[in-house]
C-alpha cells in the first residue's frame, strides 16, 4: 500500500496553485466586474497612476462601495478624494521612489486598467486611506 503525494482535496491532474509568498501588505480588492487585481504585473519604471485619498476609513470605504457598484474611477475620485489631484485622482506618471513605500509598493503591484473598469488596491499611508488604481506601466 503506498502513499498518494496528491492531496485528498485535490484531483492528480490539477496544477499546483502559484505561491505569492504573501509579502503584500495592501488589500486587493474586486473590480467592478469582481475580478480581484492580484495577477503580477510586468516589471516597471514607471507607472502612470490614480488615487483617492481620504482622512476617515469610513469615506474611503463609501468611496470602495460606489467603485463595486460599477462607477468610474474618476467619477468617484473627484467626489470623495480630499487631496489636491482632485481631477479624477490623476497623479501622473511616477518613478519609482518617488511616492511612499508603503503607496509604492502597492501601486507597482497593480495591473493596468481604465477608469471605467478600474483593478484597485487599497493602502494606508502617513497622508490617510487610499485606493489606488494604474492606468499605464513603462
Not at 28 to 38: H, V, Y
Not at 53 to 79: I, M, N, Y
Request: glycine share 10%.
Amino acid at each position: 500500500m503506498g502513499k498518494s503525494k496528491t492531496p485528498a482535496n485535490k484531483a492528480p491532474g490539477d496544477k499546483p496553485k502559484k505561491d505569492t509568498g504573501g509579502k503584500a501588505k495592501a488589500k486587493s480588492k474586486p473590480d467592478s466586474t469582481g475580478e480581484a487585481a492580484a495577477a503580477k504585473p510586468k516589471a516597471a519604471t514607471s507607472i502612470n497612476v490614480r488615487h483617492i485619498l481620504c482622512e476617515k476609513h469610513s469615506k474611503k470605504e463609501q468611496a470602495v462601495e460606489k467603485l463595486t457598484a460599477g462607477a468610474k474611477f474618476d467619477d468617484v475620485a473627484r467626489e470623495f478624494s480630499e487631496d489636491k489631484a482632485r481631477q479624477g485622482g490623476a497623479l501622473g506618471w511616477k518613478v519609482r521612489g518617488s511616492l511612499d513605500a508603503a503607496f509604492e509598493e502597492a501601486a507597482f503591484g497593480l495591473e493596468v486598467s481604465s477608469v471605467a473598469r478600474p483593478k484597485w488596491v487599497e493602502v494606508k499611508t502617513g497622508f490617510g486611506y487610499h485606493v489606488v488604481m494604474v492606468e499605464g506601466r513603462k
